[in-house]
């Protein structure tokens, strides 16, 4: 596979993500580094930057460089952002910057930036419709999508570090700190007219800020799945996290669960910023993206030709690229899907569920084999752990947890879905027993993985009988089907029988 190095230079902190990719295929994450370098720290009211924080960013720079060479990386992509474009002494940064490496650093516009942050975001999460903003250290850009298209761009300089130096002078904050804080963001925002809640809209962010908050908010609930991505976090527990912010000192804030101690002095500038977009545009809700601009960077390279660079269906990608990167068989778990979509098709009068469900069944289909690349002892549990570590694009948690079952539940026994009830719906249980209960029979309908049973067909009754179509001797796969038949009969209150074709 090739590898991709993309290096983001930001105000607060510096990151480098490391891509492995078949062009157009599939792709993932081999390594993700971060420093905070501080490079907009006590920039003066000419624009100065300072030397120290000059020397952090370009020594981190200089390591971020000598690491992809020297682990294979055969393209990096390196970006610079608020802090730089707005320097007054660019040139001394420059100089430094030659002197220490040969790294070919673009200096990208607030527009650029805010393109490729909704250009990761709008993969990740799939967004349609709604608002996508990013909080770094030196500014937040604001972008509108329409119809996967962005729309506006809005960008000022209200950064979590610019804000924390501006407007914080105490510790803990006073109250006159915090109120020219939340003032400081009440005017940076004041011309931003577009941005408002509305049925369908969604409100996204993305940024090390906007993770830290959904990692507190998360640890705060003990939360059941460790995954920031698609995390939904609300006004009231953002409300929540900045009180609590606000009373500690720093040394205190540092022993918050979830918040790093190198971002416990910004963090609540940051939290005040996100809740003056929120209450800008009357959402009571945000959803969290764990990809942003460097993912952007990299779906710009991926999707080569595309335009705008989007994934045609984020979902749908992100599953078959965890297969492949899982190295599934490709007949098996698509005979499988195929036999699964049947019985829900045919049985639908007594589920009488729609295409959500079905398109998750699917899903889980096509994925409830990958834990054999880890182990095939136990390699339903394996194909779960997966699935909640995995990086599904435009999946809720729900989703995720739901799939998460569905591969766990395909072999046999009832995982329990107790620890995940905060995330689940009322009725999910009996969902989630249904579904599996198809996976599973279609699973040893399938049991010698040779694609012998062509069809099923359904008879509703006072039982349920499925007569198999095979094309050769399938004795083995109904003997096997029908002792795994068990889950269906708790699930549908009916009992059920499979017969070859008479």
Not at 18 to 43: K, T
Not at 158 to 178: H, I, M, N, Q, W
Not at 406 to 434: C, F, W
Request: aromatic share 8%.
């Amino acid at each position: 596979m090739n590898k991709i190095g993309i290096i983001d230079l930001g105000s607060n902190t510096t990151r480098l993500i490391v891509m492995a990719y078949e062009p157009g295929r599939c792709f993932r994450l081999v390594d993700e580094v971060s420093e905070v370098v501080r490079l907009a720290e006590g920039v003066d009211s000419n624009g100065y930057l300072q030397p120290e924080p000059i020397r952090r960013a370009v020594e981190a720079l200089r390591m971020f460089e000598s690491f992809c060479h020297g682990t294979g990386v055969q393209t990096i992509i390196a970006v610079g952002t608020s802090a730089i474009r707005e320097a007054a002494n660019q040139d001394e940064f420059w100089a430094a910057l030659r002197r220490a490496t040969r790294l070919n650093l673009r200096i990208i516009s607030a527009e650029a930036e805010a393109r490729y942050g909704y250009l990761g975001a709008t993969n990740a999460l799939g967004l349609r419709h709604g608002f996508i903003f990013d909080t770094g250290g030196g500014s937040t850009q604001v972008g509108a999508v329409l119809d996967r298209r962005l729309t506006e761009i809005f960008s000022v300089q209200a950064g979590v570090l610019r804000f924390t130096e501006r407007y914080v002078r105490s510790d803990p904050v006073s109250k006159r700190d915090l109120r020219a804080l939340r003032a400081g963001a009440r005017d940076a925002f004041a011309p931003l007219d577009w941005l408002r809640t509305a049925p369908g809209l969604t409100l996204a962010g993305i940024g090390g800020t906007v993770r830290t908050l959904a990692r507190i908010d998360q640890k705060q609930r003990a939360y059941p799945l460790d995954r920031v991505h698609g995390h939904m976090l609300t006004r009231e527990h953002l409300a929540q996290i900045v009180e609590e912010l606000a009373r500690r000192p720093r040394r205190e804030r540092e022993q918050i669960p979830g918040l790093k101690a190198d971002r416990a002095d910004v963090t609540l500038a940051g939290a005040v910023i996100v809740e003056e977009l929120m209450d800008r545009g009357g959402f009571r809700e945000l959803l969290v993206s764990g990809q942003g601009v460097r993912e952007g960077i990299f779906y710009e390279h991926f999707l080569q030709g595309s335009d705008p660079p989007l994934l045609d269906n984020p979902r749908a990608f992100s599953v078959l690229n965890l297969a492949y990167l899982s190295g599934y068989e490709q007949e098996h778990c698509h005979k499988v899907a195929e036999l699964s979509l049947s019985l829900f098709d045919q049985l639908a009068p007594l589920h009488a569920y729609g295409p959500w469900e079905r398109e998750l069944l699917g899903y889980a289909a096509t994925l409830h084999d990958i834990g054999v690349s880890v182990g095939y002892y136990d390699h339903h549990k394996h194909s779960e752990y997966l699935v909640h570590n995995a990086a599904l694009l435009g999946f809720t948690h729900r989703e995720i947890a739901l799939l998460g079952f569905l591969v766990r539940n395909h072999r046999k026994g009832l995982a329990d879905v107790t620890p995940y009830l905060s995330i689940l719906q009322p009725d999910d249980e009996l969902r989630i027993m249904r579904l599996s209960a198809l996976l599973r029979i279609a699973e040893y309908l399938e049991r010698s993985k040779s694609q012998v049973v062509r069809h099923v067909r359904v008879e509703l009754g006072a039982d349920v009988h499925v007569y198999v179509e095979a094309s050769g001797n399938a004795d083995v796969e109904i003997w096997d089907a029908n002792r795994r038949a068990g889950l269906f009969k708790k699930a549908f209150d009916r009992d059920i029988t499979i017969l070859p074709t008479p």
